[in-house]
């Protein structure tokens, strides 16, 4: 009887874990051609059409470099708000940084500004209870997204990995980072992380509130909604953008969808800077494809000081036709790099909260703004020519020579990957 009951538990247990890394609909299985490049007007109006908001001009994106300039930002935004806050981001911490945003949070909430914070259930579970209920007693409305109930188990593994802030419907950020100590300082050693973040101005922010809106919507039932939340925006630079959201429901919802067709429309140049390089058959293949027709495609990766040392041995195992088609890898070498920049032969540049690997393409929520913009576009290239050089090129040779059992490790790593 004990063995029959154990066989059922072990059953159900192993169905779970099938229902909660195959979430969604039916995924991207097919090459995507190349048809047009992203300086086409027939790219955008596909990029605005079929994944959902339209593409608007007159948006300011500044680009914040770490944490020296990234939470100075977001708090002097925080403590300027005057109707409404409202945040979404997967990893909240306790400690300095983290002390810091709450008691700016809960000041404003204090003076009358309505503050939302919808924090991840799993990425905030570092943040202590007391800290939390001094925000809720100050009146900030905080949430946890799709804490563990028995209702929801099959759903487990879908996490809002967003990371949204949006000051009075007005000013929006958005990019890599977290609240948490580790993104302190200026990646000066292996404690303090390299990222980029970006402070918006402009009418995409408003698609950037209907992003952060849907997940609260989602967890509460209710909907926010007002000229406290999306009052009249009037341009603020010259640049056009979109604010694209996922989900693990597929379709037009697909992070993948998003990326594949801007990879394939590169004619001359893909820069890549992702924290969590580990891309399924179709997105290596549409990599492998850019090079033949003339790309130039450079990935920049976390080196040795990666937080998760699993992903970067499962990502390494996959290098092999990367690397023979003339794919260029670079590992960054001072500390961890967590960016998600991608730019597209210096016109398009997407950037979020977007890894790239099976857990954000398929099962999480995720968020990026793309921006198309020349001027843009060089400046994110200088940064990126700025971390090659802190970056130490991995070339097919060394890759080829490496020990036996590193190579059956990260083969075999490279096999589980749609389960890191």
């Known amino acids: 009887m004990l063995l029959i009951l154990a066989s059922v538990l072990a059953t159900l247990i192993v169905g779970l874990i099938v229902i909660n890394f195959t979430l969604g609909e039916k995924k991207v299985t097919r090459d995507i051609p190349h048809r047009y490049t992203v300086n086409d007007a027939q790219f955008r109006r596909t990029m605005g059409v079929m994944l959902g908001p339209t593409i608007v001009a007159g948006n300011r994106i500044d680009t914040l470099l770490n944490g020296d300039q990234i939470f100075p930002a977001m708090l002097q935004a ?25 008691e700016a949070l809960a000041e404003r909430a204090r003076a009358g500004v309505k503050v939302h914070v919808l924090l991840d259930w799993v990425g905030s579970n570092k ?37 949204l802030l949006v000051i009075d419907g007005k000013i929006g950020f958005t990019g890599g980072v977290g609240i948490a100590d580790k993104w302190r300082g200026k990646a000066q050693d292996p404690d303090h992380w390299r990222d980029s973040h970006f402070r918006i101005e402009g009418p995409v922010v408003a698609q950037m509130q209907a992003v952060a809106l849907d997940n609260w919507m989602k967890t509460t039932g209710k909907v926010l909604h007002g000229a406290e939340y999306f009052p009249a925006l009037q341009p603020a630079g010259d640049s056009p953008a979109q604010m694209f959201s ?13 990326y594949l ?15 969590y390089f580990v891309p399924d058959e179709l997105v290596l293949q549409a990599l492998v494809a850019a090079v033949e027709r003339g790309v ?13 040392d699993t992903v970067r041995r499962a990502s390494r195992g996959q290098w ?25 032969d210096e016109l398009l540049v997407s950037v979020g909260s977007t890894n790239f690997d099976d857990r954000s393409f398929r099962l999480n929520d995720e968020a990026n703004l793309n921006v198309y913009s020349e001027e843009f576009a060089q ?3 200088a940064i990126f020519q700025q971390d090659l050089q802190q970056s130490r090129r991995i070339t097919l040779e060394q890759w080829q020579s490496r020990p036996l059992l590193e190579k059956l490790l990260e083969h075999t790593l490279a096999l589980a990957a749609p389960l890191l």
């Open 78 to 102: 925080i403590r300027a708000a005057e109707h409404t806050i409202t945040f979404e981001t997967f990893i909240y911490w306790s400690g300095e940084v983290g002390k810091e945003f709450a």
């Open 127 to 163: 943040m202590e209870d007391n800290q939390i209920d001094a925000m809720r007693q100050a009146g900030v409305e905080i949430l946890k997204y799709r804490p563990l109930r028995w209702y929801n188990i099959s759903r487990i593994n879908n996490r809002t990995h967003r990371k």
């Open 246 to 258: 996922s989900s693990p429901s597929g379709g037009s919802e697909s992070m993948e969808l998003m």
């Open 261 to 275: 067709l801007a990879i394939t429309a590169a004619k001359k140049s893909i820069y890549l800077s992702s924290a």
């Open 296 to 308: 130039k495609v450079q990935v920049i990766v976390p080196g040795k000081h990666i937080d998760t």
């Open 320 to 344: 092999g036709d990367l690397l023979k088609a003339g794919v260029e890898i670079f590992e960054y070498q001072p500390t961890m790099f967590h960016c998600k920049v991608m730019v597209v």
């Open 379 to 381: 400046h994110k290239i």
